[in-house]
C-alpha cells in the first residue's frame, strides 16, 4: 500500500534566547546559563488552528469515504475505483458493495523528549555598545510507532463477488485484507528505504548567535522614563543538519545563516513598566539533499532524493508585557504573536515542490510569566555577596497553526562580572 503514511510534522526549533535585556557598561560582563524543560507531547495546531495529537497526520480511517477521496493512498483509491466499475451504486449511500469496505483504522503514537541548556556570555565594550555570542546544548528524542485497530472486512468482500470479480479487483482485494502495522512498516523501511522510525535521538549543540545590543534612556516627565534598546543577531547553523531518510527527525536547526533585528521600547514608571517588542529574521537560502514528492505524496522512493534549493520564508514576532516589582523582585507577563512564512523549494528533478513549501508557514500567540530576581542594587549598597539576575519563565501557547503547541519552562541565571576596563 503506497502513501498510508504521513510524515510527522514536529516544529520543536529551539529558538536561542535574545541574549541580553540591556545595554552593558563599559569594562562590564555577563555570563548567560540557563535550563529549558519542554513539554513536548503537549499537542500540535493543524492548518485550521485545532489542536491534534501529535500522532494526528498518521491517523487513517480506511472507510469508504477516505479510500473514495484518495486521503488512504492511490491504492487503496484504485481498489475503490475497481469495485465501483463492478457495482455502480458504490458511492451513492444504497449499501453497495464498495460502501461496505472497511479496513479498520491506524493512529500514530508520537512521543517526543526535548530539554535545552543555554551559553551565552556579553560585554559592554562601549558606553552604549554591548556584543554578546550564545549557544545551547540539546538532548532530543522522538519515539514513534503506529497501532492498527477494527475489522477488516476485504477477505469478506471478496468471497462475496466470487467468481464474478475480475482478476485486478480480486488482486486488490488480497491485498488490502493485509493490511497491518507489518505492512506499513515494510513500506517505510524497505520499499523506500526510510530510517528506523521507532527512535530518533540527538545530543548536541543547537544554533549559535552572535550579536550586539545598544540603546538609549530619556527621562520624558518627572518620574517616567523612555527607553530603547536595539539588537541585531547573526544566527549560524550549528544544529544537527536534516536528514533526508528520517520521517521523525525533529527539526532543531534553521539549517542556514540568519540575520535578525528587534526593537524594544519601553516606559517605566517607578514600580511599573510598560513595553512592545517587534522584531525579525531574513534567512538565507541555501541547498541541501532533499526527497521530492511526485504528486504531494508523503512516502517518498529514495531514488527521488535529490539537490533542492530553498529559499527560506522570514519569521516575525511581535509582543507587548507589563513589567512591575522594584529594584530587588519583579514579575513580568507578555503576549505575543509570532509568524514564520513559507519557504521556496526548486530543483532540476520535476515534481511537487509546492507542498514541500505549504508546510513550512505557521503562526503561534502565546503568553509568558517571568518572576525574577535582581540583586545588582544590594549588592551596590554591599547588602549581598554577588551580582546575579535570575528568571524563571513559563511559555504557553494560546493559539496557532501548523506549529506544536509550546509549553516550557525555563530557568536563567546570568552572573555579572567586571573587567579592567570598567571606570576607565
Not at 46 to 54: E, I
Not at 94 to 122: E, H, R, T, Y
Not at 222 to 230: A, D, E, F, I, M
Not at 276 to 294: I, S
Request: glycine fraction near 10%; charge should be positive; include cysteine.
Amino acid at each position: 500500500m503506497k502513501r498510508i503514511w504521513t510524515a510527522l510534522l514536529c516544529c520543536w526549533l529551539m529558538h536561542e534566547e535574545r541574549a541580553l535585556a540591556q545595554v552593558l557598561p563599559r569594562g562590564i560582563g555577563v555570563i548567560n546559563l540557563g535550563a529549558r524543560q519542554v513539554w513536548a507531547d503537549s499537542g500540535y495546531y493543524d492548518d485550521n488552528g485545532d489542536v491534534r495529537t501529535l500522532g494526528y497526520k498518521l491517523d487513517i480511517d480506511f472507510e469508504p469515504s477516505t479510500m473514495r477521496s484518495g486521503k488512504a493512498g492511490t491504492d487503496l483509491k484504485k481498489l475503490y475505483d475497481n469495485i465501483k466499475k463492478y457495482d455502480t451504486n458504490s458511492g451513492s449511500g444504497q449499501n453497495s458493495i464498495g460502501d461496505k469496505l472497511n479496513l479498520g483504522s491506524q493512529k500514530g503514537i508520537v512521543k517526543p523528549s526535548i530539554a535545552g541548556k543555554i551559553f551565552g556570555i556579553g560585554f559592554g565594550v562601549a558606553k552604549n555598545l554591548t556584543l554578546f555570542a550564545g549557544t545551547s546544548f540539546l538532548d532530543v528524542k522522538n519515539d514513534t510507532d503506529i497501532e492498527f485497530s477494527g475489522p477488516n472486512n476485504a477477505s469478506e468482500i471478496k468471497a462475496q463477488l466470487g467468481d464474478a470479480a475480475f482478476d485486478e479487483l480480486k488482486a486488490g482485494l488480497d491485498e488490502a485484507s493485509k493490511l497491518s502495522r507489518d505492512t506499513v512498516l515494510s513500506l517505510i523501511h524497505e520499499t523506500n528505504q526510510y530510517k528506523d522510525i521507532s527512535h530518533w535521538q540527538y545530543k548536541g549543540l543547537g544554533d549559535t548567535q552572535v550579536g550586539f545590543f545598544t540603546g538609549l534612556s530619556r527621562p520624558i516627565r518627572r518620574g517616567q522614563t523612555y527607553s530603547l534598546g536595539v539588537q541585531g543577531q547573526l544566527t549560524l547553523p550549528t544544529g544537527p543538519a536534516y536528514d533526508p531518510d528520517s520521517l521523525t527527525q525533529i527539526p532543531l536547526s534553521q539549517n542556514t545563516k540568519s540575520l535578525g533585528l528587534s526593537t524594544d521600547n519601553r516606559i517605566t514608571w517607578s514600580y511599573f513598566a510598560a513595553g512592545a517588542e517587534l522584531g525579525g529574521d531574513y534567512n538565507f537560502p541555501f541547498d541541501r539533499l532533499q526527497r521530492v514528492p511526485e504528486d504531494g505524496e508523503s512516502l517518498i522512493p529514495i531514488t527521488r532524493k535529490t539537490r533542492v534549493h530553498i529559499q527560506p520564508g522570514p519569521s516575525t514576532n511581535a509582543s507587548l508585557y507589563s513589567l512591575f516589582g522594584n529594584a530587588t523582585y519583579r514579575g513580568q507577563y507578555k503576549f505575543g504573536l509570532s509568524r514564520i512564512y513559507a519557504s521556496k523549494f526548486s530543483g532540476s528533478m520535476a515534481g511537487d515542490y509546492n507542498s514541500l513549501g505549504s508546510a513550512t508557514a505557521s503562526n503561534e500567540a502565546y503568553q509568558e510569566l517571568s518572576m525574577i530576581i535582581t540583586t545588582v542594587k544590594i549588592y551596590k549598597q554591599r547588602k549581598f555577596f554577588a551580582p546575579f539576575i535570575l528568571t524563571l519563565t513559563g511559555h504557553d501557547s494560546v493559539f496557532g497553526s501548523n506549529t506544536s503547541l509550546k509549553k516550557y519552562i525555563q530557568l536563567t541565571l546570568i552572573v555579572i562580572f567586571s573587567s579592567p576596563m570598567a571606570g576607565s
